[in-house]
């Protein structure tokens, strides 16, 4: 079945160090990978996609890849901030199908 | 503009009884889905809709769990005769269609406990 791992320790940086979280897959050939970020009482909210056939893609302080060969994403935050801290989720989708997220990675970063 | 709303905000029960929560997608947004996230625990998906289509229910954990959306806006999800493994966060996203990729906004979610 599919499944999806991302870490399910906090990751803890300081602040300015750039924060890189990993989404891995298995059992899966997603068409895209979406990640999204969740504070506290709060419904998750999207951040970036990026399809099978892109192999980066930034915005702002935020870089994404995207290696279908090793079946990883890495999620990276530069010049992290304390607001930054928050779960961040990576989900899966192909087609027209519904995603599927990962259970989420705790980031604190601190001043 | 207006971004999804859920109904209530929290939610109290007893076990054995039912539940209804409510969900107000975005105005004009075809798609809708239900999720539920348990402590520790990803998204895990329950329904959804897409227009006029028959809702794909593959993510219900039981018969006790329904849900429909009327006049393809509010849709209720209805839980009956609630167990205590039912507490959790109950999370309602509508997206302009069910498009590869297309991003799914999120309600604040309905937090649900059964005593």
């Known amino acids: 079945s599919q499944k999806i791992e991302q870490n399910s320790e906090a990751l803890n940086i300081q602040e300015g160090k750039t924060a890189t979280l990993t989404c891995n897959y298995t059992?899966?050939?997603?068409?895209?990978l979406q990640w999204y970020r969740q504070d506290p009482g709060r419904g998750p909210v999207f951040l970036l996609l990026?399809?099978?056939?892109?192999k980066e893609k930034r915005k702002e302080r935020l870089k994404v890849t995207f290696d279908t060969t090793l079946k990883q994403s890495l999620f990276h935050i530069t010049a992290s901030q304390p607001a930054d801290s928050a779960t961040y989720l990576c989900?899966?989708?192909?087609?027209?199908?519904?995603?599927?997220f990962g259970k989420g990675t705790m980031l604190l970063v601190s001043p | 503009g207006a971004g999804v709303s859920q109904s209530p905000s929290n939610k109290v029960t007893e076990k054995g009884k039912d539940v209804e929560l409510r969900c107000d997608p975005i105005?004009?947004?075809?798609?809708l889905y239900w999720y539920r996230q348990s402590l520790g625990q990803g998204l895990e998906f329950l329904i959804y809709f897409q227009g006029n289509s028959a809702p794909d229910k593959s993510g219900l954990p039981s018969d006790r769990f329904s849900a429909e959306r009327t006049g393809g806006s509010v849709s209720t999800l209805t839980i009956q005769r609630t167990q205590q493994e039912d507490s959790a966060v109950y999370l309602c996203?509508?997206?302009?269609?069910?498009?590869?990729?297309?991003?799914?906004?999120f309600g604040p979610g309905t937090r649900l406990l059964v005593l």
């Open positions: 990026i399809r099978e056939n892109e």
């Open positions: 996203a509508s997206s302009l269609s069910t498009g590869s990729g297309e991003t799914q906004y």
């Open positions: 059992n899966y050939s997603p068409a895209y």
């Open positions: 989900a899966l989708g192909s087609g027209y199908s519904t995603l599927t």
């Open positions: 105005s004009g947004h075809t798609a």
